[in-house]
């Protein structure tokens, strides 16, 4: 079993910028595919970033260039750094891992059933 909890949530203006943290706890040793995923009120929940045991990433085209993934194994802790941020990025922000997605090219496919590992979810709000 694995706990993930997110932090690092909150309101930003357009253009700024915003760390999202997600503490890994319980059976770490395994080692997952860890994702950040969101949704916005209305909308499905999509996956933005994913990074694999690898240290691979892959992200969604929207946000591409503007975010990035990454994690210290260390200290158990998966990061999503947010740069020009857009109104657009608002959202509940989760963190999610995968025991079945192997590598992060594989996770721009895969589905959310995928991953049977979640947050409870951060806010982020974009104003402008």
């Known amino acids: 079993q694995v706990q993930l909890a997110e932090s690092g949530g909150g309101s930003v203006q357009a253009g700024g910028t915003l760390t999202l943290s997600c503490a890994v706890s319980?059976?770490?040793?395994?080692?997952?595919?860890m994702a950040w995923f969101r949704q916005a009120p209305g909308k499905e929940r999509e996956g933005v970033a994913y990074?694999?045991?690898?240290?691979?990433?892959t992200y969604e085209d929207s946000v591409k260039g503007r975010f990035t993934i990454s994690k210290d194994t260390a200290k158990n802790l998966v990061y999503l750094h947010m740069n020009n941020l857009k109104l657009d990025d608002t959202a509940m922000y989760y963190c999610?891992?995968?025991?079945?997605?192997?590598?992060?090219?594989?996770?721009?496919?895969?589905?959310?059933?995928?991953?049977?590992?979640w947050g409870r979810g951060v806010q982020v709000t974009v104003s402008s």
């Open positions: 990074i694999d045991k690898k240290d691979a990433t």
């Open positions: 319980g059976n770490t040793n395994r080692g997952y595919l």
């Open positions: 999610a891992a995968s025991d079945f997605v192997l590598t992060a090219m594989q996770a721009l496919d895969a589905p959310d059933r995928a991953y049977n590992y």
